[in-house]
């Protein structure tokens, strides 16, 4: 990915989605490409997306960018993270989440969102990213371990979906630049 001077950045070869911050006016098509994903029941426990104030509210600032249509400004994806404890000792550590819309998949989306969170993150001094995934979902486990995550382990029977008692594979990826001292 190439960075652009607006603060953009180019979806690998393709030139015609850009990579940026995720802004407010973007609500309505990021919490769409959510319920969307959470409606194909392998993405996450959660059954309906938030409304955005508490979407907003729960994920960190600065670590939160959108794949978008250069031509039309579409918003094909997204990528947050929120903290996982708000004790000290786990400051460097945040879980995230990505979303591509079902259409876009396929074009490389999903990695260069993932490389913009691994770029925030590690400027911010962050040294651990990681997420639950559902075993079934090998689309995200193949993505993430491009990325450079690695699967910690299997976390069995850890929540009810749809009434059907599920396991998530912890992935992580530890920073080679922040918290290596």
Partial sequence: ???????ETICGDDRSVTIRAMEPG??????AIYQAGLDEGQSSFETTAPAWAAFDAARLPG??????????GQVLGWVAAAAVSSRPVYS???????????AA?????????LTALI??????????IQSGVFPENGASLRLHERAGFRVV?????????????????????????????
């Fill in 63 to 72: 670590h939160r960018h959108v794949a978008v249509d250069a031509a039309t």
């Fill in 92 to 102: 460097g550590v945040i879980a995230h989440s990505v979303y591509v819309d079902a």
């Fill in 1 to 7: 990915m190439k960075t652009m001077a607006t603060d």
């Fill in 26 to 31: 973007d609500a309505a098509a990021v919490l």
């Fill in 119 to 128: 770029g925030s993150s590690e400027a911010a001094g962050i040294w651990t």
């Fill in 153 to 181: 382990g299997t976390r069995e029977r850890v929540g009810r979906h749809h009434g059907v008692w599920r396991d998530t594979v912890l992935i992580e990826r530890r920073s080679k630049a922040a918290g290596t001292d």
């Fill in 105 to 113: 998949r396929g074009r490389g989306i999903g990695s260069a969102l």
